[in-house]
């Protein structure tokens, strides 16, 4: 996983060990603990969590996530996220970090002409961080949202960073239906030492809609279409049933399933569980890797009234 950070470092696409094709790979991959559960689907995410996939999302909801996962080998990505009342709408912050992990750096050993390494004593380490600040309005049965996100890699002792925005809008309907379209990565390059690529831009959009209600059971159900820069497009199925026990807990599942454009290191298809009170929650999520390696595992915590 570090070779694939090195490699991203130099220029050569440093989103190819994640399958996304784009520089700024933490931007890629599943930022919230019921985004990975729903194999990346935002068409659910609200609070600060939206700034995640549409900032218009996070005028639904005050609160505040955080989540950490082990992805690959020694790496993790973890995210944090908040929204707070502000004027009309809300401000909303997050960050995300995936920590590719460390290994020893390792020189030709002259005495050998090279043939054979020998170690300094010193850690190499690559990380990438994004932290992003939003602000979204609801305006009836709107809502319209816009942030702004600085991107931070760093491989080695060689650093690059840039400055992207999003954009977004989305409708509630009778019976909570769900319309969410947003423009991501507008403009931008992440440069510096590094060999300075643009960002590359997404359009994301979402219907979600009430597939099953009975009693203290409801069944939503969401597709989502993603169209990315320099990559084919993909369409996700999420579905999220939700059980209201009379002592006023919540049990959660989630599941989703993605079609077209797909990564080299994950399954197109995920999984979780949440148990919720009215103000807080706990969450995991679940989704096999291929090549053998096993599943990556995410847990999450969120607040919210």
Same mark, same amino acid.
Request: net charge neutral.
């Given at each position: 996983?570090?070779?694939?950070?090195?490699?991203?470092?130099?220029?050569?696409?440093?989103?190819?060990?994640?399958?996304?094709?784009?520089?700024?790979?933490?931007?890629?991959?599943?930022?919230?603990?019921?985004?990975?559960?729903?194999?990346?689907?935002?068409?659910?995410?609200?609070?600060? +969590?939206?700034?995640?996939?549409?900032?218009?999302?996070?005028?639904?909801?005050?609160?505040?996530?955080?989540?950490?996962?082990?992805?690959?080998?020694?790496?993790?990505?973890?995210?944090?996220?908040?929204?707070?009342?502000?004027? *009309?709408?809300?401000?909303?912050?997050?960050?995300?970090?995936?920590?590719?992990?460390?290994?020893?750096?390792?020189?030709?050993?002259?005495?050998?002409?090279?043939? *054979?390494?020998?170690?300094?004593? *010193?850690?190499?380490?690559?990380?990438?961080?994004?932290?992003?600040?939003?602000?979204?309005?609801?305006?009836?049965?709107?809502?319209?949202?816009?942030?702004?996100?600085?991107?931070?890699?760093?491989?080695?002792?060689?650093?690059?960073?840039?400055?992207?925005?999003?954009?977004?809008?989305?409708?509630?309907?009778?019976?909570?239906?769900?319309?969410?379209?947003?423009?991501?990565?507008?403009?931008?390059? /992440?440069?510096?030492?590094?060999?300075?690529?643009?960002?590359?831009?997404?359009?994301?959009?979402?219907?979600?809609?009430?597939?099953?209600?009975?009693?203290?059971?409801?069944? *939503?159900?969401?597709?989502?279409?993603?169209? +990315?820069?320099?990559?084919?497009?993909?369409?996700?199925?999420?579905?999220?049933?939700?059980?209201?026990?009379?002592?006023?807990?919540?049990?959660?599942?989630?599941?989703?399933?993605?079609?077209?454009?797909?990564?080299? /290191?994950?399954?197109?298809?995920?999984?979780?569980?949440?148990?919720?009170?009215?103000?807080?929650?706990?969450?995991?999520?679940?989704?096999?890797?291929?090549?053998?390696?096993?599943?990556?595992?995410?847990?999450?915590?969120?607040?919210?009234?």
């Amino acid at each position: 996983m570090f070779a694939a950070a090195i490699a991203a470092g130099i220029g050569s696409g440093p989103a190819r060990a994640a399958g996304q094709g784009a520089p700024g790979v933490v931007l890629r991959l599943p930022a919230g603990t019921a985004q990975m559960a729903e194999a990346g689907s935002g068409a659910l995410a609200r609070g600060g +969590e939206g700034l995640f996939v549409n900032p218009a999302q996070a005028a639904y909801e005050t609160g505040a996530s955080a989540s950490l996962q082990r992805w690959l080998e020694h790496s993790t990505l973890g995210s944090l996220s908040a929204s707070i009342p502000m004027g *009309d709408g809300r401000l909303a912050g997050a960050a995300r970090v995936l920590d590719f992990g460390s290994i020893d750096e390792v020189v030709p050993d002259a005495s050998t002409g090279g043939r *054979d390494g020998r170690s300094t004593g *010193d850690r190499l380490s690559a990380r990438e961080v994004a932290w992003t600040g939003g602000y979204a309005m609801a305006i009836r049965s709107f809502a319209v949202g816009a942030s702004v996100t600085y991107v931070q890699q760093s491989v080695a002792d060689l650093n690059a960073s840039g400055v992207t925005s999003d954009a977004g809008v989305a409708w509630r309907g009778p019976r909570d239906w769900r319309v969410s379209v947003a423009a991501q990565q507008l403009g931008g390059r /992440l440069s510096g030492d590094l060999r300075s690529q643009p960002f590359a831009s997404a359009l994301r959009a979402s219907v979600q809609a009430p597939a099953f209600t009975r009693d203290r059971v409801t069944l *939503d159900a969401a597709v989502e279409m993603l169209a +990315e820069e320099r990559q084919p497009g993909s369409a996700t199925l999420a579905l999220e049933a939700r059980w209201r026990s009379p002592s006023a807990l919540t049990l959660v599942a989630r599941g989703g399933a993605r079609a077209g454009a797909s990564t080299a /290191l994950q399954q197109p298809y995920a999984a979780g569980l949440a148990l919720e009170s009215p103000m807080l929650g706990v969450e995991w999520a679940v989704q096999p890797l291929r090549d053998g390696l096993g599943f990556s595992h995410r847990l999450g915590l969120r607040w919210s009234r």
